[in-house]
């Protein structure tokens, strides 16, 4: 079969590549007119659409397959000219296509069928039109040419005069009418796109297309700087069900009609806040553009066998199904400025490129052909943010820099994150973000205002807004403004830190914890003009009589104005200006970089940033560790016997009992000491967990994980639990909640084959909060299991360059990282009661996030032979910091290691990555994603594990020299 895509632009392109790299029912596929940059057979036939469908009639049979792009093509009748012709076709016939080359028929249909869509009255001239738009009770309105306009006939104008010079083009240009309609202030905006066989719809993922030209949806309407898919809606089931409802009525009024639909049906969406309604403000009888760039990359089942089904009358909605990986798409027009003639870089290309207005150049590559929309880049990813992420590395490269595109493509999907700003001056800049803010045009929050000056304005502007605001002086400024965060409700706890006018130096602890998420703007372009400050920047930059200048988003370090570069936009130095007139003008562009640089952090592209999400989540590894090596270990090492004890820094203690000096005091005489075993304590907790159990309301599983967490760490010291004690501390003893814990620790007690010894309990009034709220700590105790030969035990001094890591799968998230996923939960308001929206034998979020962690006491000590132990070189547990913190405790200091990320992930992780925008990298540094226990073995081993019937094992890396 062969397929014909009718249209010349992306949308065409992407869905001839779709069809044509998908399945090999498919001999040939062609676009007509198509475009230089469309990587298949093109017709070099007219652009008119009468003169096409009059070419393809007379080569065109029943064994060719046509796909109706552009709206023109329906308006004319071309499906009701295929179909007469017995040539299947994918697009609605004339009348039925009227939803859309007739605005009017579109929204009599929807007010037929009972469809939500804003009023509106129709006029028949350009005074009637004002008149009606100065008397009217709506606070806005939209002005809408009735016909074809190639998604440019609609206009918001923001005054009566405005509207009145927007009426006079069009009625100037030959419209006998104009729609004007209600407009919905308070609400967001989404497209949805069905394909329908005329009696049955399937849903494709909801998409955005951002429309307005410039950033913050300002600007003149086109035809489309961008989209994202799927869009936030998506996520709610009754949205997907109304908006099902919708199409479904319209496909059934048609067909009731005699005009039954065929093809795709694409809705323009609003949300009416004020109402609770979905409503449509618009139909199109086809694909959207750029819609289908970011919808069709995400289909998972071949779109040749979903638009065959439709031309064939037996759509089955099942059947159409969704990619389960890279779930989430971003596409980026990008816009010729003028008429020149530009070369288009040869990197630049399928699968990621489609083209609109491009020629063949001299050289046999591509080049621009007119204004306008040029060409869409799209990039998948595992969540919006990763997606627009990639799609912009692509786009701000310098071949690409005479293109014109918007900086916030998808920007709204991203999560919203919480910022506390440091100023001490007048925060005019905290102003413009505030603004952006209540518009919904940035997705943030900013939760705290914190000054070294007590009568800043910038202070006062916070209050105004309802935002806490802190006068934070003296020396140690740095550790009061951390004293203020750490005092607040954990929910408004800041991701990014802004310096907006702030004149203090940080080199302290509030630099230390924000490494990486501290932005300043400067009114230069750095280098230029650094360690100036206000208007004395702007005075310098007309003494070296500088023809440009602007601001710079640059990251905080210790070094005044030297951290790497994020955002520089840019602005003429005019000849009569003043530094007061100039520094208005760079005013005018710091709160946009500022946008630019909160957009960046939130896709993890920040220049120069190594983000640590499990830092600002409130738990700092890094800072933990250095407590420990800078004085924990002095203070350790000040208690006797230090010949007893290994150094600190394993995963136990290991008590080396024929060294102990009593020992030989109490032995019968004659026995050696030596024959002692070696002895194994460890004490450990739950962490934050528990807090998430508490409102699960499951606390069984937290005695699991208290036993796993301490016995998991004698394994990995070679040691067999023997027995393990508990503590139960709380300010006001529940009873139910106490025992679930105790009956856990019980189960975990059975699972590492020790005995419980004993306990302690404490009901410390007044210590917790609420007072139901418990912590809990575990000791054990272990022997020490040789598992080499005689005299050359097991460890980290035996590892080489070379050696396996072998992973044992976890259970899932075990006992790490919950400050983290608690974080998750709540910014994205998490129902832990709903069923999980991921692959999971539990019930609900709360049990799926709880599961108990894997005990691998039995996977080491009775599936392992002594021949398989005595394999064994060391072995780590993945804990509290990841693969960073726990790999190398198993490794001698001058090795490092290298992982392969080939182990199957628990599907949670996944979630969390999509809910919580966190890298692969932020997960291997803060939970065990998918591996808790490692066994470092030589490479001539392997097999030997990988073969055992009782454990499974994961090549997952290998060891190698530090650098």
């Not at 994202?228 to 048609?254: H, I, T």
């Not at 970011?294 to 040749?304: A, E, V």
């Not at 300043?520 to 400050?533: D, Q, W």
């Not at 006797?640 to 150094?647: D, G, N, T």
Request: proline share 6%.
């Amino acid at each position: 079969m062969r397929v014909i895509v009718l249209g010349s632009g992306a949308r065409e392109s992407t869905l001839a590549y779709k069809i044509a790299s998908e399945t090999i029912t498919v001999t040939s596929t062609v676009v007509v007119p198509g475009n230089a940059g469309i990587n298949c057979p093109k017709y070099n036939l007219s652009s008119d659409p009468a003169s096409t469908v009059d070419s393809l009639l007379k080569t065109c049979g029943e064994n060719d397959l046509i796909i109706i792009g552009p709206e023109a093509f329906l308006e004319q009748g071309a499906a009701d000219r295929f179909n007469a012709a017995g040539i299947k076709c994918f697009g609605p016939t004339k009348v039925a296509s009227r939803i859309e080359w007739d605005r009017l028929a579109g929204k009599q249909i929807m007010e037929k069928l009972g469809i939500p869509t804003p009023a509106f009255k129709i006029l028949s001239s350009a005074e009637d039109a004002l008149a009606f738009c100065k008397s009217c009770e709506w606070d806005n309105f939209v002005i809408k040419r009735l016909g074809l306009c190639g998604g440019k006939g609609s206009y918001l104008p923001a005054s009566l005069d405005e509207a009145a010079d927007v009426l006079k083009t069009i009625f100037a240009q030959g419209d006998q009418q104009v729609l004007v309609e209600r407009r919905i202030e308070i609400g967001h905006e989404f497209s949805a796109t069905v394909v329908t066989d005329g009696t049955n719809v399937a849903l494709f993922p909801f998409s955005q297309d951002h429309k307005r030209l410039s950033e913050f949806d300002e600007g003149p309407n086109t035809g489309g700087q961008g989209s994202c898919c799927p869009c936030q809606d998506w996520a709610d089931s009754a949205a997907r069900e109304a908006v099902v409802g919708y199409f479904q009525g319209v496909v059934d009024l048609l067909r009731a009609e005699g005009t039954p639909y065929v093809g795709a049906i694409t809705g323009n969406l609003m949300v009416d806040l004020d109402e609770g309604k979905i409503n449509i403000l618009e139909m199109n009888a086809r694909f959207g553009d750029p819609e289908t760039q970011t919808m069709i990359p995400l289909l998972k089942t071949n779109l040749t066998d979903v638009i065959m089904q439709c031309v064939l009358g037996r759509l089955d909605p099942a059947s159409v199904k969704f990619n389960d990986d890279n779930t989430s798409a971003v596409c980026i027009v990008l816009s010729t400025p003028d008429t020149n003639v530009r070369p288009i870089p040869k990197a630049v290309a399928l699968p990621h490129a489609a083209f609109s207005r491009v020629a063949e150049g001299p050289d046999g590559g591509l080049v621009t052909k007119g204004s306008g929309r040029t060409l869409s880049l799209t990039y998948t990813g595992p969540t919006i943010a990763a997606a627009a992420r990639d799609c912009y590395a692509a786009v701000n490269t310098p071949q690409l820099a005479e293109f014109y595109s918007r900086p916030d493509i998808a920007a709204r999907q991203f999560r919203k994150i919480n910022i506390a700003v440091l100023g001490s001056t007048r925060g005019t800049d905290l102003q413009f973000l505030l603004d952006r803010i209540s518009e919904n045009r940035l997705q943030a929050r900013v939760t705290y205002v914190l000054s070294n000056k007590e009568d800043a304005y910038i202070l006062e502007r916070a209050k105004k807004h309802g935002i806490a605001a802190h006068h934070c002086g003296g020396k140690d400024f740095e550790q009061k403004m951390l004293d203020v965060l750490d005092a607040g409700d954990p929910k408004d706890y800041p991701d990014l830190v802004l310096l907006i006018g702030f004149m203090r130096i940080l080199r302290g602890p509030l630099l230390s914890r924000f490494e990486g998420c501290m932005l300043n703007v400067h009114p230069s372009l750095l280098p230029l003009f650094a360690g100036g400050m206000d208007s004395d920047v702007h005075a310098a930059v007309l003494e070296a009589k500088a023809t440009e200048t602007g601001c710079t988003v640059h990251q905080v370090t210790s070094e005044v104005d030297a951290g790497e570069i994020c955002v520089q936009l840019k602005c003429p130095v005019e000849a009569d200006d003043t530094p007061d007139t100039l520094k208005a003008r760079v005013q005018a562009l710091e709160g946009r970089a500022l946008a630019q640089a909160i957009r960046l952090f939130q896709m993890d592209a920040l220049p120069g940033a190594s983000v640590d999400k499990y830092k600002l989540a409130g738990v700092d590894v890094k800072e933990a560790q250095r407590l420990v090596d800078d004085h924990i270990v002095d203070i350790a090492k000040s208690t006797p016997h230090p010949e007893y004890v290994a150094p600190i820094g394993g995963f136990s203690a290991v008590i080396d009992m024929d060294k102990v000096d009593f020992v030989g005091k109490l032995l019968p005489a004659g026995v050696d000491p030596s024959v002692l075993p070696k002895i194994a304590v460890t004490v450990d907790g739950v962490g934050t967990k528990i807090i998430l159990a508490h409102e699960a309301g499951l606390f069984f599983e937290v005695g699991i994980d208290l036993v796993a967490m301490n016995t998991n760490d004698l394994v990995a010291q070679f040691s067999k639990p023997i027995v393990f004690a508990d503590y139960f501390s709380t300010s006001k003893l529940t009873k139910p909640i106490m025992l679930k814990v105790l009956e856990g620790v019980a189960e975990g007690c059975r699972q590492s084959d020790c005995r419980l010894a004993c306990g302690e309990t404490a009901e410390m009034p007044g210590l917790y909060k609420p007072a139901e709220q418990f912590d809990v700590a575990g000791f054990a105790v272990g022997a020490v299991v040789p598992f080499g030969a005689p005299g050359s035990p097991a460890g980290s001094a035996a590892v080489a360059e070379g050696d396996v890591l072998l992973g044992i799968s976890s259970a899932g998230l075990h006992s790490n990282g919950f400050s983290l996923v608690r974080k998750i939960v709540s910014d994205a308001n998490v129902d832990l009661t709903a069923p999980p929206p991921f692959e999971s034998d539990k019930a609900t979020i709360g049990e799926a996030l709880l599961v108990p962690t894997r005990i691998y006491v039995k996977d080491i000590f009775e599936h392992l032979s002594d021949e398989d132990r005595a394999c064994v070189k060391s072995m780590a547990h993945i804990t509290g910091g990841g693969f960073p913190k726990n790999v190398p405790r198993s490794l001698p200091a001058h090795l490092t290691y290298d992982l392969n990320y080939e182990w199957p992930v628990p599907p949670v992780y996944g979630w969390l990555q999509k809910v919580g925008n966190l890298t692969v990298d932020d997960c291997v540094r803060t939970f065990n994603y998918g591996v808790g226990m490692v066994l470092v073995v030589d490479p001539a081993n392997v097999d030997r594990f990988l073969a055992n019937k009782n454990t499974t094992y994961h090549v997952i890396g290998k060891t190698v020299k530090k650098e």
